[in-house]
Structure formats: C-alpha cells, structure tokens
C-alpha cells in the first residue's frame, strides 16, 4: 500500500468514527424527553430541547436530548447514561438546575447507549472531537463503563447516581481518591449508620431483616447487601436475602416474601428493606401488597413519594443530595479549583430521612419526634406532602 493511500485509507477511518459518534448522539430516548418537557417549566426555567439524528447503525431517526441551550456556553457536558431511569432523571435535572442557579452557561447533552459499550464508546469518542469540557457518568453501570474503558481519558469524568466506589474496587480505600480524570461521588452511606438509625433509633426491637435486591444490579449486591449480612451479629439482626430478577416473569418475589411474612407471625419486629434499584421502585406496588403489614424501608429516600406508590420510610441518599455533590465536584473541576484525581471519593455524610405515613403499617403506633424533625420528606396519612426538601409545606395534620 502506497503512502497516499495509508493517509487516505487513515483519514477516512477517523472521518468513519466520527460520523459513527454523530450518528449516535441521541437522548436518554423518548420516556427519558418527555420527563424533562414535564419537569422544565417547573424548575427555574431549565429548557429543553430536542434534535433529530440519524443512526448510521439502524437508519432510524433518534432523538437528542438537551439542557440550557446557550448560543454561547462557558462549558460542554455530557451525560452519559446506560438507560432511561427516573433516577437519571432526577439527578441530571438536579445537576443542570444547580448549574443555572450558579450562573454558569453550561450546555448539557443527555445521551442514552441503552446498554450498548459501542455506543457508549462512540459518543465518548465524539465529546472529545467537539472538545467537552466533563462528562458526568449517570448511574452505575455507566461509572463502570468509565472506570474499564476510560480511566486517564483526555475529558474529567464525575460520577453521579453510583453506587460506592471503594466497594466497587474503583478506589483505594486508603487513598480515598482515584488519582486518574474520574472523580468518584457515592449514593451509599455507611451501612453502620444506617443500620444504627433502623435498629437504635426507630425499630428497636428488630430480629428479622429481609433485603430485598435485583440480582442484575451486581453494585447494590457489592454496596448494600453484602455490607449488610457482615453486621449481624454486631446489631443482633438475622438478615435474609430476597434476590429477584424482575425481568423474569417466574421471578417468584410474592412467594419469597410471603415466606418471610409468614416467619413467626406473632414476631413484630421484622421488616422488609429495598436496596437502591430502579427495578425495584418501579415495582414498589407489588412489594407493598406482599409485605402485608410488614413494614417496607429502603435504602434511598427517593423511593417515598406521595400517595400509595412509596415505600414507608428510607434512610439514606436521596438522588438530589448526591446529584448537588456531583455537581460540586464537576464546579470544582472546571473552574480549576480541583483535580478529578485529587478529590476524595464524595461521601453524604449525614443520612437523608423520608417518610410516608400512608404506608405505616398498623402496628407502628409512633416514631421518633427527632426522625420528623430530620426527615428531608414527609407524607401524611393521606399521602399529601407535609415537607418537601426540608420545607415545610402545609399544616394538615399527621
């Protein structure tokens, strides 16, 4: 092969891949769109705004997603997601509403490779011919594509809507940081602290504790289930698993729970508790029917919301206090007052509570004066909101 032709056959294989990556760049996909049409107007004027592409791979028409379109940006970003996700859409509508409330002009470009590495690689790819300034990793499939694929990448990476990183063996526990382009933030709280709230705090009379997980989601397996069963004997709590795959239509997650239900009916002090998966809130009806009056807490404060479909109460992160973290982070970085490498691994330190008092199950007469004193979220008996994000909303009664 001739000189010219290496340049040329070299040529046409960059101008491939970048088309490739243009051709890719499409939304969250049309559920994720028509979230943010519906939350825009109602936070702060954040505007969105769609764009049709077609892929090179299908020949269809998809659509781009984008946030804050300013004819004259201070800084690019991406978000690089691996589905759509009510969480992904809270946290990225969190993310660019602090971005607006702080002034800074950031276009965001929202990006969905529905599972797909290639594609995933391809629009990384893509945000580095356009020079992005950060691209934030949406969810912890993504963080992992990430932390494989593009550790020491050219574009800073912060992580948002992840779970634990050190537990993940993304991070050296001792150093606390990555020393690579990726800066680290964490969805989990110490599973200490949350067991001691449940155990010392709230249900102290507790025995039987059942996680309830989806056996897809290998990080809430690594984060939250394995840290759990390690602290039995310290709170003298039995915890059993119920692992679900609820893309199984022969999941048998009512036969598992009514099992536990069941376990000495006459022990009340035992309770269901929801690790962080979209999955799972998705289907927070069912488990609600089958835990009876066994009461339902989770992991993530994001699974209590108004009206029936909640889970009784949560501690931990909620979506929007670990998405404010990550856009700290990434503020950080581009304005050069940190390194994505030289940050420590963005812990919540203190555990957001939410409660729904229409899930309480019967027996449950009380709750500590100082959890609705805390409490980030709180529902009345009808499901109506009391405090929202730490405000207070209304005097109904309890």
Request: with cysteine.
């Amino acid at each position: 092969m001739s000189k010219g032709q290496v340049i040329l056959t070299l040529f046409f294989t960059i101008f491939l891949c970048a088309f490739k990556a243009q051709a890719f760049e499409v939304g969250f996909c049309d559920r994720m769109f028509i979230a943010y049409q519906k939350v825009a107007p109602e936070h702060n004027g954040l505007t969105c705004k769609k764009r049709f592409v077609k892929s090179a791979k299908t020949g269809r028409l998809k659509e781009q997603a984008e946030l804050n379109r300013y004819p004259d940006p201070q800084f690019n970003i991406l978000v690089l997601s691996p589905k759509w996700s009510t969480a992904y859409d809270i946290s990225t509508a969190e993310i660019a509403r602090d971005f607006r409330n702080s002034g800074i002009k950031t276009n965001f470009t929202l990006f969905n490779y529905e599972g797909n590495e290639i594609e995933a690689e391809a629009m990384v790819t893509w945000a580095q011919l356009k020079q992005f300034d950060l691209i934030f990793s949406m969810g912890s499939k993504a963080t992992d594509f990430v932390s494989r694929n593009y550790k020491n990448g050219t574009i800073p990476v912060v992580s948002a809507c992840s779970k634990d990183p050190i537990a993940m063996g993304y991070v050296d526990p001792l150093l606390m940081k990555s020393q690579t382009n990726i800066a680290y933030t964490s969805l989990n709280i110490n599973v200490d602290t949350q067991l001691a709230y449940i155990k010392s705090k709230f249900l102290s009379d507790l025995t039987d504790l059942a996680i309830i997980y989806d056996t897809n989601n290998t990080s809430s397996v690594v984060t939250q289930v394995r840290p759990f069963l390690s602290l039995q004997e310290a709170y003298k709590v039995k915890v059993s698993e119920i692992g679900v795959d609820l893309k199984d239509p022969n999941h048998n997650l009512e036969r598992k729970m009514q099992e536990f239900v069941e376990l000495d009916k006459s022990n009340q002090a035992k309770a269901f508790l929801v690790t962080g998966s979209s999955e799972l809130y998705e289907n927070v009806d069912l488990i609600n029917a089958y835990a009876q009056n066994v009461p339902v807490l989770s992991v993530t404060p994001s699974h209590v919301e108004g009206g029936e479909r909640s889970v009784f109460m949560a501690i931990g992160v909620s979506f929007e206090s670990n998405a404010r973290l990550a856009a700290n982070y990434a503020k950080r970085i581009l304005m050069h007052k940190g390194k994505p490498g030289e940050l420590p691994v963005g812990l919540v330190k203190a555990p957001d509570i939410a409660i729904n008092l229409m899930r309480k199950p019967d027996e449950i007469t009380s709750l500590p004066i100082n959890f609705l004193e805390d409490a980030l979220h709180i529902f009345n008996s009808q499901g109506e909101p009391m405090k929202v994000g730490g405000l207070i909303m209304s005097s109904t009664q309890l």
